[in-house]
């Protein structure tokens, strides 16, 4: 063994340049598939660093008749389960503020933060999540509507590097103060938890909030119908599935529940993060995993790559070594002993890229941090875990690489390895397999590339609406802030405001809201709508044409009914063929706009109605001109100071958010290119080698060709004709395995692109350049010298 590894060695130092081509695909096809795993086992322990996780689970409400699933339940179920759910050993309850009453804002010494991450919750909830307390105790906590816990990053964001314990904070909701102290901090969730909080009050504060505004607060709470809470339990030790389903079961079958259609089932807390994307109203982080088989996929074709890189290299400089095999041979050496020395070059050679890789690695993290998030980092805690399964993996790429040139070599015959004195690379055919199949893999890579810039692209854009730039959103809250209109008067002033609106939707959102209404002529009919409030000019501002009817102007006072709008799919809900003027409940259809996503374009757009009620909106939405976009945001600045100075001014530009509700897709986008860059890395290092292999062996032959009068024209042809053959045999199998898999990445989208032919035939004219160049100035580089400088050793 020790023989073997000095020899290998001895070999490697000797071909240093094709060492370090080898060596170097190597390091950076493990660094990449590397990371796709570090990607891939992050997002698959979400959650499970709950204490007793496995036991853990989330309730979802099922509506029967939408045949919707929600990630919130009523609140008063936590109460019920232990009873009724004999399994349950505690119920915990989450209540999020602003998903129910708006933004909500904590302040100390007057100085207002909007905070997003505030809850109300019970004490088991502390304890299903095995919450830890770093300052104060946990006993007694979240009883006291005056208290409050916050985390580790909250006690520095206000308090700095002091005691935050017995402090005082003030929170700032739907336009009233409460006073509150800090009880305890707790340490921040794990990255890898779905579940966010930096503020959490009992629910006594959630009453104290609701009957604010609630007459019958206790009577809202304790409604079997009224989704607000998200509700997790932890079920007894020794409880089998059969018989948690069964008890659900039985408690699906509560008399309440059964006349009003809905159910319950239970989500391992485990399957948050990569299980809950047809879940409604959910509010905890959530992944895709068809990304993530995608990202493992990407992760196999890499190491291919690099192992299918080192055996093309490996195939062709197997020349050199046959007098060596031949020796060897004729000195005793058997085939065993052969094949030994050749994988153990091998597996030397890839044991020497791991260390680098890992250390590629470190650098790299970083920088794709910011871009990728916390998924990609190799985590301190599972640093021998990935270390055993990258060493195996390295092993496997190490022996699987080296296998063909070690059985082919040692196959050959002492005469046989003796007597041959040149290279031939039509005699390998297994060499032209492993360069197609490199083409093969950065084809499809390439196509896959463009494809997925083309939908995001395609989702940002939203081609099926028009001109979502130059769109400033203020959000505020109507109970706080009630100078909308004038507002409104002192914005459009400015010379580069083109249009002003309002909606009572954030644009744009994921969120939906539904309202039934009446058919006139059909009392007993009633057909549902999401629906949004808006505000006159509100088409005009977000550029959506009316295409049958008029917007109402301000100052209009119409007759009798309200008014409302309807999209074009609301129109074939309807199944009216002449639909201004239909009354809709109490609401008379004034037009029909064009269909435009508010939401992401995973899912259709839905019938809609557009109620207009300026009281009602909760955004400003302000068109400007594209070169007055910082004057636009200081004047509005300005108008917000002077008409509200204490409440701080919430803006975003609606591109911004566009960005951010794709931020998974735009992730996902730079993954793929990375790794297509990659891909192009490695296979230009393999094809640069193969080139100087191949230049080196056929010099004798372009010499001649060169002496009996051939144009440089006609030898660079000749050397790189085989390898075009090669693209076009690549391009047949590349294009419907890419395309394939393209069609289901883009199921997830119900808008999407189509895949143009052009795009595939880019994709080849790019990997066609790609290897022509490589070929072209490699070959140009030996038929430049004189030719009897490779005839005159002969």
């Known amino acids: 063994m020790l023989n073997n590894l ?70 008063i179920l936590h109460y019920r389960l232990k009873k009724q759910l004999p399994a349950t050993e505690k119920a915990g309850v989450a209540i999020r503020l602003t998903n129910l009453f708006g933004p909500v804002f904590i302040s100390k010494k007057g100085v207002f933060n909007e905070e997003d991450d505030a809850v109300c919750a019970n004490p088991a909830l502390l304890e299903i999540l095995g919450i830890q307390f770093k300052e104060g105790s946990g006993a007694g906590v979240l009883h006291d509507s005056s208290k409050m816990i916050i985390s580790e990053r909250a006690a520095r964001k206000y308090f700095g590097s002091g005691k935050a314990v017995g402090r005082s904070l003030q929170i700032k909701s739907s336009g009233l103060f409460y006073p509150v102290k800090v009880e305890a901090v707790y340490r921040d969730f794990s990255w890898n938890t779905t579940f966010r909080a930096d503020f959490i009050t009992g629910i006594g504060f959630y009453r104290q909030l ?195 040139v070690a059985f082919f070599l040692a196959a050959l015959s002492p005469v046989e390895a003796l007597k041959s004195k040149f290279f031939s690379y039509k005699k390998f055919s297994a060499g032209k397999f492993f360069v197609i199949l490199q083409l093969i893999i950065t084809l499809a890579l390439v196509m896959g590339l463009i494809n997925v810039y083309r939908q995001i692209n395609y989702c940002l854009a939203q081609t099926e609406t028009t001109h979502k730039e130059n769109l400033l959103v203020v959000d505020f809250d109507p109970i706080e802030f009630n100078d909308f209109e004038q507002l409104k008067t002192e914005i459009q002033t400015n010379q580069n405001v083109l249009s002003v609106s309002g909606s009572s939707m954030h644009l744009p959102s994921t969120a939906t809201s539904f309202k039934k209404v009446k058919i006139h002529g059909n009392p007993s009919t009633s057909k549902r709508f999401e629906y949004q409030y808006i505000d006159y000019n509100f088409f005009q501002t977000m550029n959506i044409p009316l295409l049958t009817g008029r917007e109402i102007s301000k100052g209009e006072k119409p007759a009798g009914d309200q008014i409302a709008y309807i999209n074009e799919t609301g129109v074939r809900y309807l199944n009216s063929a002449q639909p201004v003027g239909t009354l809709l409940g109490p609401y008379r259809v004034a037009g029909v706009v064009k269909d435009f996503n508010f939401h992401t374009l995973h899912a259709k757009i839905l019938p809609t109605i557009f109620l207009l009620d300026p009281k009602a909106c909760k955004t400003l939405i302000t068109r400007f001109r594209s070169s007055g976009q910082a004057e636009v945001i200081n004047r509005v600045a300005k108008s917000w100071r002077k008409l509200t100075p204490t409440l701080p001014l919430d803006y975003h530009l609606y591109n911004s958010d566009l960005n951010i509700l794709y931020e998974q897709e735009r992730n996902f986008e730079r993954v793929v290119g990375a790794f297509t860059l990659l891909a192009f890395l490695i296979t230009g290092m393999g094809l640069f080698g193969l080139a100087m292999l191949l230049s080196e062996r056929r010099m004798k032959e372009m010499a001649i060709r060169k002496i009996f009068g051939a144009s440089n024209g006609h030898i660079l042809y000749q050397m790189q004709k085989e390898f075009f053959i090669h693209i076009g045999i690549a391009a047949l199998v590349a294009i419907p395995l890419s395309g394939y898999l393209l069609t289901l990445w883009l199921d997830g989208f119900y808008y999407r692109v189509t895949l143009h032919w052009l795009t595939f035939a880019a994709s080849v004219g790019v990997v066609f350049t790609f290897v022509s160049v490589i070929l072209f100035f490699r070959t140009l580089n030996v038929i430049r010298t004189n030719p009897v400088n490779a005839l005159k050793y002969e």
């Open 210 to 404: 609701l009957s604010s505004s609630d007459p019958a607060p206790d009577q809202t709470m304790a409604s079997d119908s009224n989704n607000i809470a998200e509700t997790y339990i932890k079920v007894k030790e020794g409880v089998s599935n059969n018989e948690l389903r069964n008890q659900l079961s039985q408690f699906n079958t509560t008399p309440a529940f059964v006349q009003q259609q809905i159910g319950f089932s239970l989500q391992p807390v485990r399957d948050i993060f990569l299980h809950s994307g047809n879940i409604q109203n959910d509010l905890e982080r959530k992944g895709k995993p068809d990304d993530l088989y995608i990202y493992l996929l990407l992760a196999f074709i890499i190491l291919l790559l690099a192992g299918v890189n080192y055996s093309v290299l490996s195939t062709a400089r197997s020349a050199m070594r046959f007098r060596e095999i031949g020796v060897r041979k004729v000195m005793g050496a058997t085939r065993a002993n052969l094949r030994n020395q050749i994988l153990t070059e091998s597996v030397l050679l890839t044991f020497i890229a791991l260390p680098l890789s890992f250390i590629l690695i470190g650098l790299l993290e970083p920088l794709l941090e910011p871009l990728l998030g916390p998924d990609i980092l190799m985590y301190g805690l599972n640093w021998m875990s990935y270390l055993l399964i990258y060493a195996a993996i390295t092993l496997i790429i190490g022996f699987l690489s080296g296998s063909y």
């Open 6 to 75: 000095l020899t290998s060695y001895r070999f490697l130092r000797k071909s240093k340049t094709y060492t370090l081509i080898n060596l170097s695909g190597l390091v950076l096809g493990l660094t990449a598939a590397f990371i796709l795993l570090n990607i891939t086992i992050n997002q698959r322990s979400y959650n499970k660093s709950i204490p007793g996780s496995e036991r853990v689970y989330r309730l979802l409400s099922i509506e029967k008749k939408r045949g919707t699933t929600e990630g919130v339940t009523p609140f």
